[in-house]
């Protein structure tokens, strides 16, 4: 396989670390581009020894000239309390980081990756989400500069490949996790098993009913490298990557208190606005295309993810 040289924005975060190691991995030369608003330099530092691997401090709403063969545009705090401390930023982020990244593949013909979210189907009113169904989603609310903004992105990037015969791949992800995911990220599976291992309280927001789909990160990883080698470039999705294995977020507690084998209490605090109802990915367009389905089960998934945890604790 030829060596390509890949840009990965948002490459210091959570999924675009592990990205970045996986491309690594297949022989490629790697550019990761981040601001480090919630990436950090602990989740790269063990590729900073291989001379295929760059990491530049910058912010994609700002112009980036570099030479690549392709893009994976992950740049874009994922989590809710992330995506709204600076909801402006956040809109910018997705919109002029999916301009100045779709110009750049434009100026250089490069293949580019979109890192969409089921978030663009809102509170869905079709379940499980086919990626046909264009969603409920609040344009005013908390969560609209991130669902819009993510709205907004995948419009531009169906616009650039009608009018400029851009080659584009657009995957809609659905909750992920594993290690790396930051500690003070907020997120469902973070949030529960640092409690657990902490033995404090373990916070369900709301009564605990609404579900969630979560996909190990390993898993995900090989989904979007699946969708950009593809070929013929003429599939450019939408597709979905996710795991429709669905839980209720209190099934998720009583997992993750039973694995880590904790003595944290259950308690329950006000559920925030918006906050999607159920969420299921319907994946035969990925098993089909892609020849994709997910393989870690979730208490495999979240074993590995506790044991990291635990070990990120123990260091502090
Ligand atoms: P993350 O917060 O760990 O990673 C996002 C990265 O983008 C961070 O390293 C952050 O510093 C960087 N970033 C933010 N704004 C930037 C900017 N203006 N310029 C440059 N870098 C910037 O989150 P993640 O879970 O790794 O998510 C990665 C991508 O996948 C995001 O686009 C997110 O919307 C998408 N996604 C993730 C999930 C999930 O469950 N993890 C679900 C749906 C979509
Ligand atoms: N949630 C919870 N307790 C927490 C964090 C999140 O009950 O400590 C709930 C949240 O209200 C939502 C679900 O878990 O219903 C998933 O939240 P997350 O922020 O992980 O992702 P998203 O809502 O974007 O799917």
Known sequence: ???????????????????????LA??????????????????????????????????????LY??????????CPASPIHYQHDPVQTTKTSVHGAINMLGLAKRVKAKIFQASTSEVYGDPNVHPQTEDY???????????????????????????NRQHKLKIKVGRIFNTYGPRMAMDDGRVVSNFVVQALKGEDITIYGGGEQTRSFCFVTDLVEGIVRLMEQTPDEFTGPVNLGNPGEFTIRELAETVVDLVGSQSKIVHTPLPSDDPMQRCPDISLA??????????????????????????????
């Open 26 to 63: 297949m022989g490629h030369e790697v550019i990761c581009v981040d601001n480090f608003f919630t990436g950090s330099k602990s989740n790269i530092v063990h590729l900073m020894d291989s001379p295929y691997f760059e990491a530049v401090r910058h912010d994609v709403t700002f112009p």
């Open 134 to 160: 264009w969603g409920n989603v609040n344009p005013t609310g908390l969560r609209s500069c991130y669902d819009e903004g993510k709205r907004c992105a995948e419009t531009l990037f169906f616009d650039y």
């Open 1 to 23: 396989m030829r060596k390509k040289r890949v840009l990965v924005t948002g490459g210091s975060g959570f999924l675009g670390s592990h990205l970045c190691e996986r491309l």
């Open 287 to 316: 098993k089909r295309i892609l020849d994709w389905e997910p393989e870690v089960p979730l208490r495999e998934g979240l074993a590995l993810t506790i044991a990291y945890f635990d070990a990120v604790l123990k260091t502090k």
């Open 66 to 75: 570099v030479e690549v063969d392709e893009i994976y545009n992950l740049a």
